[in-house]
């Protein structure tokens, strides 16, 4: 009886901890591609090296479909114009680690807008221009966040690299499906592209990627194996 009391009790332990990070969302959540992305940063030594205290911002527009919980938006029809701005996000400075250079970030808000009157406009860098980020942020807030350990990799040896950050939804007019859907933490991975005619003239890459979305992780309380024990024999 006692090792049956012991596997039941690891059962439940096991369901609670499932139950806190289980998500309904179908990934990627949102989802853009290279040409309708773009990152510039202000002082960027190309082609790789960050400065630090630079402030980077991406801006791009929206035209994948949309996936759980979201599907009721349409980037497809042309009707709204979804378009994102990533900001914010303050160089630690850049690392050279051989063959690849790794730039981190702290910091960065990101924000995923609808707009009834398409006019995206990358412009030419630097930013602020006269349409971007503005033609980029001037629609409703559909869903807002924050980023956590943001980076980005430079390959090199060739044109490519990525970028990656932890997310976290905190507002918007899609915050209660994301609620309901239990998927307010998430993860940002992208395509980090220097390819000459990639990103539009002023702009330092661009900048594919896709959101996944999924359950908060739940805090565990730190315990020791003889307290454990003595809930075993209760």
């Not at 730039?103 to 602020?128: H, K, Q, S």
């Not at 044109?159 to 990656?164: D, F, K």
């Not at 005619?197 to 194996?225: H, L, Q």
Request: proline share 7%.
């Amino acid at each position: 009886m006692r090792h049956k009391g012991t596997a039941s009790l690891i059962a439940l332990f096991a369901a609670v901890v499932l139950s806190g990070t289980a998500s309904a969302a179908t990934n990627p959540v949102v989802d853009w591609t290279g040409p309708e992305s773009a990152a510039w940063e202000p002082n960027f030594v190309a082609p790789h090296n960050s400065v630090a205290g630079n402030v980077l911002t991406i801006v791009g527009k929206i035209t994948l479909p949309f996936n759980a919980p979201l599907t009721g938006l349409n980037p497809v029809d042309g009707s709204t114009e979804y378009t994102f701005v990533f900001d914010q996000l303050t160089s630690q400075g850049t690392q050279d680690l051989g063959p690849v250079r790794r730039t981190n970030y702290t910091g960065g808000v990101w924000a995923i807008y609808a707009d009834g009157t398409p006019d995206r406009n990358f412009g030419v860098g630097p930013l602020p221009n006269a349409t971007s980020p503005s033609t980029f942020s001037d629609g409703s807030v559909v869903l807002s966040g924050t980023f956590n350990n943001f980076y980005t990799v430079s390959n090199e040896l060739n044109n490519g690299g990525n970028y990656n950050a932890d997310i976290l939804v905190t507002g918007g007019s899609a915050l209660g499906f994301m609620q309901t859907d239990n998927s307010l933490c998430g993860y940002l991975i992208g395509v980090w592209n220097r390819t000459p005619g990639s990103f539009p003239a002023g702009y330092i890459r661009s900048a594919d990627g896709k959101m996944d979305f999924f359950g908060c992780p739940v805090p565990v309380e730190n315990s020791t194996w003889s307290r454990i024990k003595g809930l075993i024999a209760q």
